[in-house]
């Protein structure tokens, strides 16, 4: 206690009070505009109003902040190098959930089975469970070029774009059904992947995520433009639903056919059809997560761990570097096609705007603040991003704040990510194995 009392007086008070103190300037800038000042209806016309106490509040919240995080740092940067230790203690959390996971994740999948029917789980529920859902399973599928393959890609939004429109077209022109549609929708986007992938195999970092980003805005630019095909800025609407097994979910059937709740004998609810969409992308994100877990562990699936490492090692050892991306960027793509289908059937509307870069980014931080490679911390981070903004929805134009503020928190508090410990892959010797050390050691008593 005494050590921590005295780093604490040794440090350089004046100076962090300046760095604070630039921040809160900052936000003070920012805050007079976006929150001090507000446009309000009035008998004569449009007015303003201002809100002050907000903008005290917002600065004297980033002032404190500031504070409290440059302390911070500075008792860490004092405390020496510990590396190691530092390592541990951040990874033994992450450990502890990747080993419950075991036991847990049948159990998760037990309570997601059994969440429509729980007692709380009304309509509002069900619907952002699905919501949930979606981002889940594309935080997956980003996840293996990101997480895996560790190709920075800021223009994902474009091949769930793809996917949708495709889709929506597919069933517009050649009345084809869902099922029918989903693997045709995830064949266009893999066939996007790979035409992405062409020409970006020579790029690295910052360059390739500038690249992905400007093919992102063509993919929407274009989707916004073609009005002839794509409908443009009015969209597509009117979108064919999935049916079960010939089963529709309507009141009244066509005739000669038979509705959901003729069959079963029920009586017509709205949410016969809300559940049988929440147990489709179910099925769809658990299927990305099986696929995902069972390809990492197969040559392809360690060649992308490799390359993630070191590129020029890869070509060292005979990896094909153009194939692992090829490869990676079309399985991604895949799965955000199959997000994308999913999503125009259950909007049964789409439009350019529901494909925008603010979606990227959202899927990006999914698997970055889950860890990047590790399903179970993406998972988790959608559920806190995507759940969590849903809770701050009574915030109305602060809710993307407490989005903001909550990324920022999980970042200084594991800037590594939620889980970033990733058992490896696969183990050049069982549990059972004697260690290296007793190997060597009997190698040598032979010899001698």
Known sequence: MSESNNNVRSLDMVALMKESGLAALVALGLAIVMVGFRTEDTPTGL??????????????????????????????????????????????????????????????????????FMPFADRYVVDVATYVLIYVMLGWGLNIVVGLAGLLDLGYVAFYAVGAYSYALFAFYFDLSFWICLPLAGLCSASFGVMLGFPVLRLR????????????????????????????????????????????????????????HQFFNLDYSSMHRLIFLYYLILILALFTNFFTLRIRKMPIGRAWEALREDEIACRSLGINPTNTKLTAFALGAMFAGFAGSFFATRQAFISPESFTFIESAVILAIVVLGGMGSQVGVAIAAVLLIGGTELFRGLEEYRMLAFGGLMVAIMVWKPRGLLAHREPTIRLHSGNAPPPEAVAATAEGGVK
Do not use: C
């Open 205 to 260: 970092g910052d360059y390739l995520a500038i690249v992905t980003l400007g093919f992102g805005e063509i993919i929407r630019v274009i989707l916004l433009n073609w009005y002839s095909f794509t409908g443009g800025p009015d969209g597509l609407s009117g979108i064919p639903r999935p049916s079960f097994f010939g089963l529709e979910f309507k009141r009244m059937a066509a005739e000669g056919a038979q509705t959901f």
């Open 47 to 116: 007015g303003i109003s201002t809100r002050w106490s907000l903008v005290v509040i917002a600065v004297v919240a980033v002032f404190v902040g500031r504070l409290l995080f440059a302390v911070r740092r500075e008792l860490k940067a004092r405390k020496g190098p510990v590396r190691r230790d530092l390592v541990k203690e951040e990874n033994r959390a992450a450990i502890i959930v990747q080993r419950f996971s075991t036991i847990g994740g049948p159990l998760f999948i037990a309570f997601a089975l059994a969440l429509p």
